[in-house]
């Protein structure tokens, strides 16, 4: 039997909790060490609960048992402000990293759209988008891989509650860096992103609408088999992405309306947003594994 | 009510709110007879932008006639003592656009968040504050909590910078009570060099009775539209409010016999949308929903066979907020789907 590829969590918040639960279920991934910064964080006690290694002085508390412990893969789930340098510590010791901040040093990763072509890359450096990104872009794509999208306008509603600090204080980054991605990795030749955070209790489900502009008319039935394929795909790690109306065609407008559940590991069942990131970032790693797998096998 | 001596600072807001019963099609040159003739009348505050604010233009919101940027060079220049303000709702706008607005010689910029979420304008706020701009939260559908909660959000765009914080009505919901207390606790609470503003939407008919609450109250800003252009049933006319103003002893600098002239022959008759209290702008009201949603409501009733009024009561309960307009398409293909199980 192949040996579990280890990993450690950079961030003990509710994204890298989360992945922690999730990490744990993986046949080929096994977390051993979760960093973060406050001794108390009830992320940390966990993991360690659970049997991982933990620190809360930021990745120099890990750095000294980074080769001892075969760390080959880190998600960070800390904040685009500390990215970059948490980034250069571990790469000096090899270690790919699965970026979950939207510092977008690497290049973008939407696990249906570009997983394969990501891994292919050998790149040391992958950016997860946004969770607006994760739950829109496989939908762009699947209207651009049947014909030409010249605009593509995503709106993601989150509950309040489900938006964490990092997110209100630099809300900007999540416009920018989510149309980026919808052009990029969507491939609409102009992208646009809107968020709405909603303050309603109980707090609603992650929604995203994603209007596509095509530039010839629609071909409908090729767009509606396309975007069923999507969705199954996306549905492979995240059960809960569903399509609740559309698609609707209105001249050359295409329009889905999704609701995100997510699976409730540390986070409630409404924050489909950010469970959505924690599991792309998973299946993302989990792939990088399987190449550092068949790379020491071979 | 006595408001005799008060002073209070006009705001209009045709060409941005009015923007919404126009579908965002007024052209740069409507804008500039509009606001030089609101300049000559002697209006201090006019703003400029998309319906939604700057980076308003999408699907989901509608494409203007012309950009935020090509609006303003239009318009700004032309102003003799006018100053021209933005708004900018963070999630929609950015910095970007904020920095756009600046060196077009925006000098007022106003940062709107839905009346919980003030956190999400610090970046936008304190842009603002550093460039010297006059820098004014606006805390939308306030009707939704408490003055205890609205004093919180508050104190965190007071934080950011702002200079003056507005109490804004964006369903037409509120009471002239509502109005007191919400003006009156912000205005007893804030730091007294931030001013207090009202904006009102006239769904029920009470924009003028609220502006003189939020006056008696403290608000030292006021918006409103000539004849009454905005979103849902329009805001506070402003000649009207002016006209009571005047009557009331309070100072407001505008020219009512000029203004009420912009209002008959160069607004009323530009309107593609009458702008009235409406079945569906008073359910707005009623109900308690953006007034935003009423021809994206109208619209979708028309093409899925429903009745505007129903589309607005369920999005009024599912407690939907400002730039939910996506939701007013999926509310009416819910609702149709019910229809046709029934």
């Known amino acids: ?162 938006a964490g600090p990092g997110t209100r204080k630099n809300i900007d980054e999540f416009t920018r860096t989510t149309a980026k991605g919808v052009e990029v990795v969507g491939g609409a030749d102009r992208g646009k992103a809107i968020i709405i955070i909603n303050p309603a209790e109980p707090p609603l489900m992650m929604r995203d609408t994603i209007h596509c502009l095509t530039k010839d008319a629609p071909k409908e039935q090729e767009i509606i088999e396309s975007a069923q394929q999507m969705i199954a795909e996306v549905q492979k790690y995240v059960p809960g992405y569903s399509l609740k109306n559309g698609p609707v065609f209105d001249g050359n407008r295409v329009s889905f309306f999704m609701e995100v559940e997510g699976l409730g590991d540390f986070l409630p069942k409404y924050a489909g947003n950010l469970d959505i990131m924690t599991a792309a970032g998973l299946r993302t790693a989990e792939l990088i594994a399987e190449e550092i797998q068949r790379a020491e096998a071979a | 009510m006595n408001l005799e001596g008060k002073k209070v600072t006009l705001h209009d807001m045709s060409l941005r709110d009015g923007m919404h019963p126009q579908r965002h099609q007024l052209t740069a040159e409507q804008m500039v007879q509009v606001a030089t003739a ?128 507005y109490v804004t009505d964006s369903a037409g919901y509120m009471l002239p009570d509502h109005v007191t207390a919400h003006v009156g606790h912000l205005r007893e609470k804030l730091n007294a ?91 707005l009201g009623y109900a308690g929903v953006y007034s935003s949603f009423l021809l994206h409501a109208k619209r979708a009733a028309e093409k899925y066979g429903l009745k505007s009024t129903d589309i607005l009561v369920e999005l009024g309960r599912l407690k939907t907020v400002g730039g939910q307009e996506d939701m007013i398409e999926d509310v009416a293909l819910d609702m149709k789907k019910a229809g046709a199980q029934e």
């Not at chain 2, 494409?63 to 609006?71: T, V």
């Not at chain 2, 003028?208 to 805001?235: F, K, P, Q, T, W």
């Not at chain 2, 506070?236 to 008959?264: I, N, Q, S």
Request: aromatic share 4%; proline share 4%.
């Open chain 1, 1 to 162: 039997m192949t040996t579990k590829v280890k990993a450690a969590i950079i961030g003990s918040g509710n994204i890298g909790t989360d992945l922690l639960y999730k990490a744990l279920r993986s046949d080929v991934i096994e977390p051993v060490w979760m960093v973060g910064i406050d001794p108390d964080s009830e992320g940390l006690k966990r993991a360690k609960e659970l049997g991982l290694k933990t620190t809360a002085d930021g990745v120099q508390g890990m750095e000294p048992h980074i080769v001892d412990d075969k760390v080959r893969i880190a998600w960070d789930a800390t904040s685009a402000y500390v990215h970059e340098s948490n980034n250069e510590l571990v790469k000096k010791y090899g270690v790919k990293m699965v970026d979950l901040t939207p510092a977008a040093i690497g290049p973008f990763c939407v696990p249906p759209v570009n997983l394969q072509e990501m891994v292919g890359r050998a790149v040391q450096n992958v950016n997860m988008v946004t969770c607006g990104g994760q739950a829109t872009i496989p939908m762009v794509a699947a209207v651009s891989r049947v014909q030409p999208v010249e605009y593509a306008e995503i709106i993601a509603t989150v509950s309040s509650k489900s």
């Open chain 2, 38 to 165: 609101l300049d000559a009348a002697g209006v201090p505050l006019i703003e400029v932008t998309h319906g939604d604010g700057l980076g308003g233009a999408s699907v989901n919101y509608g494409f203007p006639a012309a950009s935020d940027e090509e609006y303003l060079r239009a318009v700004v220049p032309r102003m003799k003592r006018a100053k021209i303000s933005a708004l900018l709702i963070p999630g929609i706008g950015t910095v970007d656009h904020l920095r756009m607005a600046h060196d077009c010689g925006v000098r007022t910029i106003r940062v709107a968040t839905h009346c919980t979420e003030a956190d999400v304008s610090e970046q936008h706020i304190v842009l603002g504050a550093k460039m010297e701009m006059d820098t004014v939260g606006f805390l939308m559908m306030a009707h939704m909590i408490e003055p205890e909660q609205l004093l919180e959000q508050a104190k965190l765009m007071q934080g950011y910078g702002a200079n003056c914080i």
């Open chain 2, 193 to 283: 060099d931030v001013e207090v503003g009202f904006h009102g939407h006239h769904n029920l008919h009470l924009g003028i009775a609220n502006s003189l609450a939020a006056v008696e109250a403290g608000a030292a800003r006021v918006d409103g539209s000539v004849a009454g252009m905005g979103a849902g049933a329009g805001n506070t006319p402003l000649e009207v409010f002016v006209a009571v103003l005047h009557r009331m002893g309070v100072e407001t600098g505008v020219d009512m016999w000029k203004l009420m002239d912009v209002a008959e022959e160069i607004v009323y008759p530009m309107m593609t949308h009458k702008v009235r209290v409406d079945r569906d702008s008073l359910t």
